[in-house]
């Protein structure tokens, strides 16, 4: 398997950043539950739950709780594990590999890679939609400014483990 | 991830059977276009075209024939490979992940088993639907019918190559 997902315009939603911290701590961010409650949410919108079983067919599982207080359940499964480099996850699988009923909102697949560029990482974050009209309306709910704001987020969390 | 799949009565078709062929011959059987195409449909359906790519995330394609010449494609992701011991692919996602439009017929992830019990092979084929419609419509279309021919057919077949 390449690193780089196989980017299907119509379809994927890419986001593409070189932010100034390392490699090892983006991965720490995504694969903690600890870590991952801190940044994964724009604000005011909030991480309840976080369960992660890092491995293939394994649970990725987070409650998004609005400033209201409504939770958000997302239940997905981890597809593939390259330490600090490529991490794949989808909510069209359920944890055991079980074929999810289609969510609500959109069954997508993301596929994370992360790259060293000196002190720096590479941040690609590609994904992946079942159809035109799912990717359309992820984009229109503002996939780019939600997923940029959580990545601002991470990297001020992970500055906050550097300097701790 | 332990060998055995999650059964969930509700959801889940298992064919499970003991079969006088040996381990690897199974799994050849399973993984290799040439073998495959031997056996994998009831007669006189046919498997006219396979491709395997055997890898997570990989393709699993193929194309069966119905003896008036119509073909029905089915293109699945490999998830899971341990070699003789366990193979795990799904409908549910296309090559690379990528989340597949739900399928006219199933939307399944199949998790094969094998394990040597002298020089015959336990073998269990673990079907797992999105919802007890889907898992009722493939019992009532055959399934135990069609997976135990097929099996059949793979044991007669594997019988061919050890004699070769």
Known sequence: MSAKAIVDPKLDLVLERTVDVPRHLV???WTKPEH???WYC???FSVSKCEIDL???G???TTIQSPEGQEFPYTGCY???LPEQRLVWTLAL???FRPAPRHEFATFTVILTLES???DTKYVATVMHIDESSRVKHEDMGFFEGWGIALDQLVAHVKTIQQS
């Open 27 to 29: 991965w720490e961010a």
């Open 36 to 38: 991952l409650k801190e």
């Open 42 to 44: 724009p604000k005011p």
């Open 55 to 57: 491995r293939p067919g």
């Open 59 to 61: 649970m990725f599982h």
């Open 79 to 81: 597809l593939e594990i």
């Open 94 to 96: 359920l944890p055991g």
């Open 117 to 119: 560029v000196g002190s």
